[in-house]
């Protein structure tokens, strides 16, 4: 059974940084995608950003140049997050995708405010 278990998040004022990190286990398959995504009240959940297998990744264009999606082989994602902007907030969710199945972590708020 997939699990995926975050960690980071919080509290954070404009401009600031956070780090998120996401390690998953009980894959038994050796191709996958892992994701960023968050949503925010009342709005549907949307890709922050992408990571394959093969280190290739792809950014929602509200975070390009802000965020940086990186992998530590085999099994962990991160989310560096520079600038901090208060539209930023949101329940931020790590994906794993596999043969298009979908798993998500337990989510954690992230809250950019002065």
């Known amino acids: 059974q997939v699990q995926l278990v975050e960690s980071g998040g919080g509290l954070v004022q404009p401009g600031g940084s956070l780090r998120r990190s996401c390690v998953a286990s009980g894959i038994g398959f050796n191709i996958y995608s892992m994701a960023w995504y968050r949503q925010a009240p009342g709005k549907e959940r949307d890709l922050v950003a992408r990571i394959t297998s093969f280190g290739s990744s792809n950014y929602a264009d509200s975070v390009k140049g802000r965020f940086t999606i990186s992998r530590d082989e085999p099994k962990t994602v991160y989310l560096q997050m520079l600038s901090l902007k208060p539209e930023d907030t949101a329940r931020y969710y790590c994906?794993?995708?596999?043969?298009?199945?979908?798993?998500w972590g337990q989510g954690t708020q992230v809250t950019v405010s002065s």
């Open positions: 994906n794993l995708r596999n043969n298009g199945l979908d798993y």
